[in-house]
């Protein structure tokens, strides 16, 4: 037996709920690979799961959250793991099509997981977690573009969310000037320690475009927002920059024209997550074990256990939560 947080649907109203259960591991979904979890945590994804409608991402019930999981295998059909090996799951829908972390053990396909790199243990890895997986594939496509410090501030949206809190860590670890943008005015001194070297109002952004281009401010750019926010900052692109587009909290539409594209030599690369080649997520993963400073890791991370997740997940739909949470599923 084991704990889950399990959410059920009520058939008359169509609500979903969510409840800490004890499950039997033939109750898991198919897999060649059982792994008993320590950690997760709670993403944007996550809250939308957890929401009353299951945020048009939960299909079947009952059913487990949790995107993302860091552990040890139990057991495995696959001769790429064996019991005892540190592993950990970012993508493929777990969480959403597939259970997830919320739970004590899972059971996946072996071509999900990655082994965990030197360096990192379960915990920092959900610290960095699906958020921070992501955060270094858009600063790794970036710099696969030609980006290297010195040419100038590399903007991040949405700076004090989970993905921009670990992409300023990585930049300013990198030697990248981080030009962060935020609403909230007193996350200044968290994204400063993060590594920020200038602190964007977001209100400055936000106005919708208004001339196709402005002043070359910004060498390069990791945009976790989307919207009119990434329609504002692609006319401020210096010429042949890129921008990493990597979330659509401010929407999937993008009122913008071609002509950043045209005249600057812009280059709008979009990073997924979700389904990434073995090789670019383990690539993604030993870079993270290198050039992620693990004391600012810290200075992100709030704790969780299973039961503050129903309220966690609503408050990360409401932009109230900074950093990362990471959730012991044993706590």
């Known amino acids: 037996m084991f704990k889950a947080l399990v959410m059920t649907k009520d058939a008359d109203s169509g609500k979903a709920s969510a409840a800490i259960e004890e499950l039997n591991e033939d109750q898991l979904p198919d897999g060649e690979v059982t792994v008993a979890v320590d950690y997760s945590t709670v993403n944007y994804k996550d809250g939308l799961c957890l929401s ?32 005892g090996d540190k592993v950990v799951l970012t993508g493929w829908r777990v969480g959403e099509a597939h259970w997830g972390g919320y739970a004590q053990k899972a059971r996946v396909k072996a071509d999900w997981l990655v082994p965990l790199p030197d360096g990192l243990d379960a915990r920092e890895a959900m610290a960095v977690g699906t958020a921070g997986f992501t955060a270094m594939l858009a600063v ?52 400063k320690s993060l590594g920020a070297t200038q602190i964007v109002p977001r209100n400055e952004l936000n106005e919708t475009v208004k001339r196709p281009l402005e002043s070359e401010n910004w060498a390069g750019c990791v945009d976790a927002v989307g919207g009119d926010m990434l329609a504002r900052v692609l006319g401020q692109m210096k010429y042949g920059a890129s921008v990493a587009a990597v979330g659509l909290a401010g929407g999937a539409a993008l009122p913008a024209t071609v002509i950043p594209f045209l005249l600057r030599g812009v280059n709008l690369l979009g990073i997924n997550s979700v389904m990434q080649p073995f090789e670019n997520r383990q690539r993604a993963w030993q870079r993270i074990a290198t050039d992620l400073p693990m004391d600012k ?13 129903p309220k966690l997940g609503a408050d990360i739909l409401a932009g109230q939560v900074k950093g990362r949470v990471v959730v012991d599923v044993n706590g």
């Not at 980006?147 to 670890?173: C, E």
């Not at 890791?297 to 997740?309: G, I, N, R, W, Y």
């Open 52 to 83: 009353a409608k299951g945020g048009g991402l939960v299909r079947n019930y009952p059913h487990v959250p949790g995107i993302d999981f860091a552990g040890t295998v139990e057991a495995s059909s696959d001769d790429r793991y064996k019991s």
């Open 140 to 191: 790794m496509a970036l710099e696969d573009h030609g980006l290297k410090p010195g040419q100038g501030p590399v903007l991040v949206t949405g700076a004090a969310g989970g993905v921009g809190s670990v992409a300023t860590a990585i930049l300013g670890h990198l030697g990248y000037e981080v030009a962060a943008v935020t609403g909230r005015p007193e996350t200044s001194d968290y994204l």
């Open 297 to 309: 890791l810290e200075a992100m991370v709030q704790p969780a256990t299973l039961s503050d997740l």
